[in-house]
């Protein structure tokens, strides 16, 4: 951990993605996102689901469709604000997502106001809408990570596994 946790903000990779911590490492994302086109605020995607992600025969694991939006309706906004979270997350599976497919999703700014962002995203196959997201982000406040560090010290582990405040 950085001495001031709060320090960090999401900046462009070497190779100018915008990656989230885990990924930044390996400048690539492991979710299979990358940005095809970005104007203003909309931004075309393109997407791939790993094989590994799968959870039916085929076809992605609803878990990597959600991660995927949280990554791409951060991503619309972090152009604008590099210190964002998300606060709320709602996801539509509309028809399954193959893997090894390549879908597009085209996520966009719907209304910023403050430290309040709503954002929202369609992943669509030739057309077809496969799946919706809409979340709530907000500007982060200032020492969010440290008073999360914070906290997080103030709980002690009790024999039986079970955390408490001390
Ligand atoms: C390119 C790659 C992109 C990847 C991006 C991925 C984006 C993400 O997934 S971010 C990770 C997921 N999101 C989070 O972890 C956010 C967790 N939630 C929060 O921190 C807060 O609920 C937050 C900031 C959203 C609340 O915002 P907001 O609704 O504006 O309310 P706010 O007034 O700031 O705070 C509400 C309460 O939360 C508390 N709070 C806010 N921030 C914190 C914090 N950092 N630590 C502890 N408490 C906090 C406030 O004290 C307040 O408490 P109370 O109601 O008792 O007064």
């Known amino acids: 951990m950085s001495e001031d946790p709060d320090a960090s903000a999401i900046a462009p990779s070497p190779s100018g993605r915008l990656l989230c911590g885990g ?3 390996h400048d690539a994302c492991r979710l299979g996102v990358e940005i095809a086109d970005a104007r203003d605020d909309v931004v075309r995607f393109e997407v791939v689901c790993p094989r590994s992600w799968h959870g039916g025969p085929g076809v992605a694991h609803g878990g990597w469709t959600a991660a995927v939006f949280d990554d791409v309706l951060s991503v619309v906004a972090l152009r604008v604000e590099p210190r964002l979270v998300t606060k709320s997350l709602a996801v539509s599976y509309l028809r399954p997502v193959p893997v090894e497919r390549p879908v597009q999703v ?6 910023h106001v403050g430290r309040q962002w709503e954002v929202s995203a369609e992943m669509t196959l030739a057309g077809t809408a ?3 997201g809409r979340a709530e982000l907000r ?28």
Not at 106 to 111: F, T
């Open 130 to 132: 496969l799946a919706t």
């Open 106 to 111: 085209l996520a966009r700014i719907d209304r």
């Open 139 to 166: 500007t982060r406040h200032p020492h969010h990570f440290a008073r999360h560090e914070a906290w997080l010290a103030r709980q002690t582990l009790s024999p039986n596994g079970s955390h408490a405040e001390s």
């Open 23 to 25: 990924c930044a490492p």
